[in-house]
């Protein structure tokens, strides 16, 4: 979806409601790739409006910026705005850019034309390449049509090309305001403004934009202090004016990292509050890859509070041009999403409102990528699951201490501990998997919850949700074989178990697509955006049984015995769903007492 669209959506409605968003750049290392996106992760559970990523100076990290947009569109699943610069980029390179994250889904951009090359003075066009970020903006419309958002960067003190001695000229200030609306002209729909320390100095530009006829949103660009010297060089850099006042609070306290933070924090939100009070609502937060100080200002602002993070389903919804209607999964790899993602790329049509029109895609086959994980998730599996295993009781006391919540991390799991909803069940799950049932993915029944409820609740207030219990967990083929028998005790009870053979066994047919959760909610017909679907599950199947081997087995050495131990559980188990469709009076557990 368009950024513009976003946020004209939010603020036109009567709630004044503001909209916020962040900048991130790209690492230099893999290790600070992976670092930067656990950060955004966390980041992005609060729902800003976008994300955007830089270029680089000179294009120097065009090659990743392009992949760190597509990971943030497509796995991280939030509106991502790629900058795009004209520096040593011909127009081929343009188009390479722009095709990519086209075919990636990504429909937001941030043009530029771009700082010199590191060494370089001062900006040269390039041969065959663009002079201005408003060639770059008459380029995109005329060969994308209107395909992309277009942002396009506004200065609330003139360029810096044109500032000498701390000051840009009357003239040169009005020049750039001439430019800037010649940018929109030519199809930029929004500005994201530059730095800027003086909030008097943004709202007299906001009002200069206004009256030379510039229309569209103009969204204030915030840049927490977070340490002196960086602070320093930025502004000198960006030639941003430094008020007195600020100056003298920072002196007595520039060696002093932590006060120069706290007095940031307390500088950016007083600036955010001045700037909300003049009626506009859209924040854009430059946080240089770090995320107390941003989030601690939108705290303080009161625009998100850690206890109240809202989902508008299950699972965090595409971004994806391509899927941002789809809203049913199968629960399978609700612990595994992003592995969900890759293996539906390219299917020609996402399920919505009802999986039966979607089940017979092609699910893409298992690959590297599924058990790909970044270092410090890899750190902690090595740390918490990489134990001499004696027996079966020992896996059996892993999988119990993981849902007690001693463990943070699983190898099923890409997620980050236990889930607000697991806790509702997690000593009736340490019992199970004590006696031998070793869960990966479960939920409690719902009868009813507030959507806001801050355990169970999306999609937004005032609906109601329900779920079905759920249990997912291997367990040997004795142990199944006794389970089988007790579910007959049980008429509400549906499952599916199968080994790593293919080997099915079932009381339901493979036909039979059991919705598990869904909402109601006003003027809207019913949501139902997790399923049980059985021809799912025998796909969900390999990718979870070779997780045994692949994400736990071989964190050994090849010739430990826990590592033996590990495959001959994978070779002899079997991987079962359960559901219980009685999710008012039903009790899932009471199935394992004589088991």
């Not at 305001?177 to 007299?204: N, P, S």
């Not at 997790?530 to 025998?538: H, W």
Request: charged residues 25%.
């Amino acid at each position: 979806m368009k950024v513009i669209e976003k946020i004209q959506e939010a603020t036109s409605a009567n709630d004044n409601r503001v909209v916020f968003s962040f900048e991130f750049f790209p690492p230099k290392t893999d290790d600070g790739v992976e670092n930067l996106f656990e950060r955004m992760e966390r980041m992005v559970a609060h729902n800003p409006t976008f994300c955007d990523i830089t270029w680089g100076a000179g294009g120097s990290t065009a090659d990743l910026t392009l992949e760190i947009a597509n990971r943030m569109q497509n796995m991280v699943c939030v509106e991502t705005m790629m900058h795009l610069t004209c520096t040593n980029m011909p127009v081929e390179k343009i188009d390479h850019a722009l095709t990519t994250i086209k075919s990636n889904g990504i429909q937001n951009v941030l043009a530029l034309r771009g700082d010199p090359p590191h060494g370089q003075d001062k900006f040269v066009q390039v041969e065959g390449g663009f002079a201005c970020a408003l060639d770059l903006v008459k380029h995109m419309r005329a060969q994308y049509g209107d395909y992309f958002g277009i942002t396009v960067a506004g200065y609330p003190e003139a360029h810096p090309d044109v500032i000498e001695n701390g000051v840009a000229s009357v003239e040169a200030y009005q020049s750039d305001l001439a430019y800037l609306k010649r940018k929109v002209d030519a199809g930029a729909d929004l500005i994201v403004t530059q730095l800027f320390y003086d909030t008097d100095i943004f709202l007299k530009f906001v009002n200069d934009c206004r009256q030379i006829g510039i229309t569209c949103p103009i969204v204030p660009g915030i840049m927490p202090i977070n340490n002196y010297k960086g602070f320093i060089r930025m502004t000198g850099f960006c030639k941003t004016k430094i008020p007195t006042e600020i100056m003298e609070a920072l002196e007595p306290i520039k060696d002093n990292d932590e006060a120069v933070r706290a007095y940031g924090i307390h500088l950016g939100t007083e600036m955010c509050k001045k700037i909300m009070a003049s009626g506009i609502r859209t924040l854009h937060l430059y946080t240089l890859n770090m995320e107390k100080s941003a989030l601690a200002i939108l705290a303080n602002l009161g625009l998100i509070e850690e206890s109240k993070i809202s989902r508008s389903l299950p699972w965090r919804r595409p971004t994806n041009v391509l899927r941002v209607k789809e809203d049913v999964r199968p629960i399978f790899w609700a612990n595994r999403p992003k592995s969900y993602i890759s293996r539906t790329i390219g299917w020609d049509k996402y399920p919505n409102g009802r999986w039966g029109d979607s089940r017979n895609a092609s699910y893409g086959a298992l690959s590297d990528h599924q058990f790909m994980r970044p270092r410090a998730r890899d750190k902690k599996l090595q740390e918490e699951w990489v134990v001499p295993l004696k027996s079966v009781e020992d896996i059996n006391e892993k999988f119990t201490s993981f849902c007690l919540g001693k463990l943070r991390s699983s190898p099923w799991s890409e997620l980050d501990g236990l889930q607000p909803e697991t806790k509702i069940i997690n000593e009736q799950l340490g019992n199970v998997n004590l006696k031998g049932f070793l869960t990966i993915n479960s939920q409690p029944a719902v009868n009813g919850a507030k959507s806001d409820s801050p355990t169970v609740g999306w999609g937004g207030p005032g609906g109601y949700v329900y779920q079905k219990a759920y249990l997912e967990f291997f367990c040997s083929a004795e142990r199944l074989n006794a389970l089988v028998d007790q579910c007959k005790l049980f008429p509400y009870l549906t499952y599916l178990a199968v080994n790593k053979e293919g080997s099915l066994k079932s009381n339901v047919s493979n036909a039979d697509v059991n919705a598990v959760t869904w909402g109601v909610f006003p003027a809207k017909e019913i949501v139902q955006p997790t399923v049980v679907d059985p021809a799912s599950f025998l796909v969900w199947k390999d990718e979870a049984f070779e997780i045994w081997s692949r994400s736990w087995a071989n964190l050994y050495p090849e010739a430990d015995p826990s590592r033996k131990l590990i495959e001959e559980v994978k070779n002899n188990y079997y991987l079962v769903s359960l559901v219980d469709n009685d999710y008012v009076h039903g009790d899932l557990f009471a199935v394992f007492k004589n088991v």
